[in-house]
């Protein structure tokens, strides 16, 4: 008798959490996705002044003022582009870029998950749409 208790034990902690991750919305996972993979460069405000700053060529930007650079719209086409990379038709994973090639990056990730292997590049843009999500969201008024 107690097996059945103990399945239904496991299985509604399973339905808890993953609830709780499906709960996180899109600029919530851009936002765990920004302190991963982008915060040791560009700072953990996204103001540019993370602690890989002095070792770069050129300085990473302020990504908190990039709507007001772009006539007070956030630039999400663009941004989507920069950060995948892989349409720049450079060397290398950095090649002359500023930035990691993070799209080539996403998608050896994806290929190692049961289901990104196979739909990549689903995974791919749904890690940028986060970040550019999570990027809108640090816009200065």
């Known amino acids: 008798m107690k097996t059945p208790f103990l399945q239904a034990s496991v299985i509604a902690s399973l339905l808890t959490v993953t609830a709780n991750a499906w709960a996180l919305t899109l600029a919530e996972r851009g936002r765990t996705e920004f302190d991963h993979q982008c915060a040791s460069c560009h700072g953990a405000t996204a103001k540019g002044d993370g602690p890989l700053r002095n070792f770069l060529v050129k300085p990473p930007s302020d990504l ?28 290398g994973p950095h090649g002359s870029r500023e930035m990691p090639v993070w799209g080539q990056r996403f998608r050896e990730d994806a290929r190692e998950t049961r289901m990104g292997r196979w739909m990549p590049e689903r995974d791919v843009r749904q890690r940028i749409d986060s970040l550019v999500a999570y990027l809108q969201t640090l816009q200065l008024k």
């Open 64 to 91: 908190t003022t990039l709507a007001q650079r772009h006539g007070g719209k956030l630039p999400e086409s663009y941004l989507r582009e920069m950060i995948d990379g892989r349409s720049m038709n450079e060397p």
